[in-house]
């Protein structure tokens, strides 16, 4: 129970000896060319298979599986609800029209400015992992880390050159607008079908993304501020992220103007930063980094949506006792050899070959570093965004 | 969850009747806040060690209260407060023995506990934790567990459980909840809890690499002076989110002086159409964390003065003791 609750912010622990440990984190800090237990680059994720629309009664899904075996299922229902204002701007609206009746009409535009924005809270993230209980840290911290910049991004179609063609108004939030006193209410439901080997982020985000890109709403056929009406033919309805048709050859059919966020992983191991790290690799890491990115609708280039730092569970290991101070090895031949270095990165004395817990935190150039290879034109984030959209949707 | 123990009031706030014909609308428009400080300038902090005798440590932490509520507290001109300042206490108890059906750890097992009291924030939180309130925790637990020197103490544990006696607000309490309805207060909810932590660590006298500090920037968009277009956006040190129209993005750090390093990073926000600081606006985010930091070295000065006071209690004890 303690081991659960201590690895609950991150995966569990694989139980690794310190010499694995060491032997690990030796091979993935080799200056320049990191070697992973895999065998892939450090940007190289791990091949997964992705299918969409597997769940006929959602209004999106997507599976996605990685090769190690862990696999999430993630459906998306939307329900209409009613818009309730809270008491606060209820009255604040009565009071200014009870003023504006008062004083003359003054410009009616201030009272349907509330209108147009949804709120964050109309997106209800739900994630089960089993082995945990749906109040422990992991799954609350984790739709957290998803839900954050899902609402938050609110990229806009800002009415650009090519009209409002694809555009989203207020992102997600204003999508979910129907009309003053109606929205949809998302509830995005993630289920881990595995035991989380590795940290689930990478893998849940991926599959959220996915979902998402599938959703579909029925078609409005009520205007304006009527009781919203449906058309009832599915095939008319509408995606829930728009799409337009695509000018490059290389994806057939539409694509997203606006995409849903992806949540990455990034851990650094000394000078080196690694993408979707496994269990073994998160293990040794120095510092792991969540960070949320999308496209940005207007200039066509990543931004950065969030960033959360994720307590290494390399600060639960047991280190290791280098054999110039071991009791049982004292006086051999082998404790001379061993001799103390400084590492540069981390300023400490270290032996080589003995496992040693990285203390303190992370220099922000590194984050830098870190945040600059997910956003730069050719990185990995395109790259992991441009290969979800070759899964075919719908 | 719900909390069926307990005969909870209920969930939703409630507000003394006003009179709508005893409001004009020019004055709901100018009761906002305003922030009289420099972007740079953080509010007042005091933050004394000590306070709880049966804890091994623990510390108090208050926020200066904002120009427009020691004004409203003069002057009253309405029941509901313009805004709040935080208020937290923290405890730390331990290093103590992990209970017998614990399996072994070599390190010190860090529990962090962050819990608001049913009055703390406008709206009533419950007895049970929820998910923000979890959420804080588990970045606080990330913040600590970086600087605490968790192998000198084997199979121990210590429990930090912070009890927040008035939040931040999210918002104006005047505006609609859509306006910019992300939970801002939490970040400074955060960056109080950081400072408030390290300095009851540092009274119970557990190892540390350094004295860890929270600090919160934003970037912020304000309405100009005449009320009229949004100005251009600004980086503002230490916000009060009820002072500001919307908040396009911000950043808690933890951050260490002495090493210069981070132990805990929480940003949020889409400020890709805002170049602050840089004229390249994919970096406007370092900006953003560069201001978090020089607001965490602020508080470390707070910090490291009341962990002074902390030691010099304890010497003035041990001295008391040999004579």
Request: proline content about 7%; aromatic content about 6%; charged content about 20%.
């Given at each position: 129970m303690t081991a659960q609750r201590q690895a609950s912010s991150a995966s569990q622990i694989p139980h690794l000896s310190p010499a694995e440990l060491s032997y690990l984190y030796t091979s993935l800090s080799l200056p320049g060319t990191p070697i992973r237990p895999d065998g892939r680059s450090p940007t190289q994720f791990r091949p997964l298979s992705a299918e969409t629309d597997i769940l006929p009664g959602t209004n999106g899904s997507a599976r996605v599986g990685f090769a190690d075996g862990t696999q999430a299922i993630v459906g998306v229902k939307a329900e209409v609800e009613r818009t309730v204002l809270g008491v606060q701007a209820l009255s604040q609206a009565e009071q200014q029209e009870y003023a504006e009746g008062n004083e003359g009409a003054d410009g009616g535009a201030g009272a349907k400015q509330g209108s147009t924005s949804g709120q964050g809270s109309w997106v209800q993230m739900c994630i089960e992992i089993p082995g945990f209980r749906d109040d422990d840290a992991l799954p609350v911290f984790l739709s957290e880390m998803m839900r954050?910049?899902?609402?938050?991004?609110?990229?806009?179609?800002?009415?650009?050159?090519?009209?409002?063609?694809?555009?989203?108004?207020?992102?997600?939030?204003?999508?979910?607008?129907?009309?003053?006193?109606?929205?949809?209410?998302?509830?995005?439901?993630?289920l881990l079908l595995s035991q989380p080997l590795s940290y689930p982020l990478p893998l849940l985000s991926l599959t959220t993304h996915l979902a998402l890109l599938a959703t579909k709403l029925p078609k409005l056929k009520s205007k304006g501020e009527e009781d919203p009406f449906f058309d009832d033919d599915w095939n008319a309805a509408e995606y829930l992220y728009p799409r337009v048709r695509t000018t490059r050859a290389s994806i057939p059919g539409s694509i997203h103007k606006v995409r849903p966020p992806v949540t990455l992983l990034v851990i650094s191991v000394a000078e080196n930063i690694v993408f979707d790290p496994s269990r073994e690799e998160i293990a040794v890491a120095d510092t792991v980094l969540a960070i949320s990115i999308t496209y940005d609708t207007g200039s066509n280039c990543l931004k950065l949506l969030s960033i959360r730092t994720v307590d290494p569970p390399s600060r639960l290991t047991q280190p290791s006792v280098p054999n110039s101070?071991?009791?049982?090895?004292?006086?051999s031949t082998a404790a001379a050899e061993a001799s103390a270095i400084i590492n540069p990165s981390t300023g400490e004395e270290e032996v080589s070959g003995v496992w040693r817990p990285r203390r303190g935190g992370v220099k922000r150039a590194t984050i830098a570093r870190m945040v600059k290879m997910v956003l730069e034109k050719g990185g990995v984030g395109e790259e992991v965004l441009d290969g979800l959209e070759g899964v075919e949707v719908g | 969850m719900t909390d069926r123990r307990r005969i909870n009031g209920p969930s939703g706030g409630t507000r003394p009747p006003?009179?709508?014909?005893?409001?004009?609308?020019?004055?709901?428009?100018?009761?906002?806040?305003?922030?009289?400080?420099?972007?740079?300038?953080?509010?007042?902090?005091?933050?004394?060690?000590?306070?709880?005798?049966?804890?091994?440590g623990s510390s108090y932490l208050e926020f200066e209260h904002s120009a427009s509520l020691s004004a409203a507290?003069?002057?009253?001109?309405?029941?509901?407060?313009?805004?709040?300042?935080?208020?937290?206490?923290?405890?730390?108890?331990?290093?103590?023995?992990?209970?017998?059906?614990?399996?072994?750890?070599?390190?010190?097992?860090?529990?962090?506990?962050?819990?608001?009291a049913p009055f703390a924030a406008r709206k009533r939180k419950g007895h049970i934790r929820d998910a923000s309130e979890r959420d804080l925790g588990v970045h606080l637990e990330t913040a600590l567990r970086g600087v605490i020197v968790a192998e000198r103490w084997p199979k121990s544990g210590l429990d930090i459980t912070i009890t927040i006696l008035e939040a931040e607000d999210d918002r104006w309490w005047g505006d609609a909840p859509d306006s910019h309805d992300a939970a801002w207060g939490m970040m400074n909810v955060?960056?109080?809890?950081?400072?408030?932590?390290?300095?009851?660590?540092?009274d119970a006298r557990i190892d540390c690499l350094d004295l860890v500090a929270g600090g919160v920037a934003a970037v912020v968009v304000d309405e100009s002076v005449d009320g009229g277009e949004p100005s251009t956006p600004r980086l503002m040190l230490d916000t009060d989110p009820a002072e500001h129209?919307?908040?396009?993005?911000?950043?808690?750090?933890?951050?260490?002086?002495?090493?210069?390093?981070?132990?805990?990073?929480?940003?949020?926000g889409d400020n890709s159409k805002a170049s602050v600081g840089t004229d390249d606006k994919s970096l406007s985010y370092e900006t953003l964390i560069d201001g978090a930091v020089d607001a965490a070295r602020g508080a470390h000065s707070v910090l490291a003065e009341a962990v002074r006071e902390s030691a010099e209690r304890l010497a003035g004890l041990e001295t008391g003791y040999s004579t």
């Open positions: 954050e910049p899902l609402v938050e991004s609110v990229s806009g179609g800002e009415k650009d050159g090519d009209g409002d063609e694809g555009g989203m108004v207020g992102g997600l939030k204003g999508r979910l607008v129907i009309n003053r006193r109606w929205h949809w209410r998302l509830y995005i439901d993630v101070e071991n009791v049982a090895t004292l006086g | 006003v009179f709508a014909s005893s409001i004009k609308s020019t004055t709901t428009a100018t009761e906002r806040p305003q922030r009289q400080r420099q972007p740079n300038e953080l509010r007042k902090i005091f933050l004394k060690t000590g306070l709880i005798p049966s804890a091994s507290r003069a002057l009253p001109k309405s029941l509901i407060p313009p805004s709040s300042s935080l208020k937290l206490a923290c405890t730390v108890h331990g290093p103590k023995p992990l209970p017998r059906s614990a399996t072994f750890s070599p390190n010190l097992v860090l529990t962090t506990h962050v819990k608001y955060l960056a109080g809890c950081i400072t408030a932590a390290s300095a009851a660590i540092a129209r919307s908040l396009l993005s911000a950043c808690v750090v933890a951050y260490m002086p002495a090493r210069d390093e981070i132990t805990e990073l929480w940003l949020k």
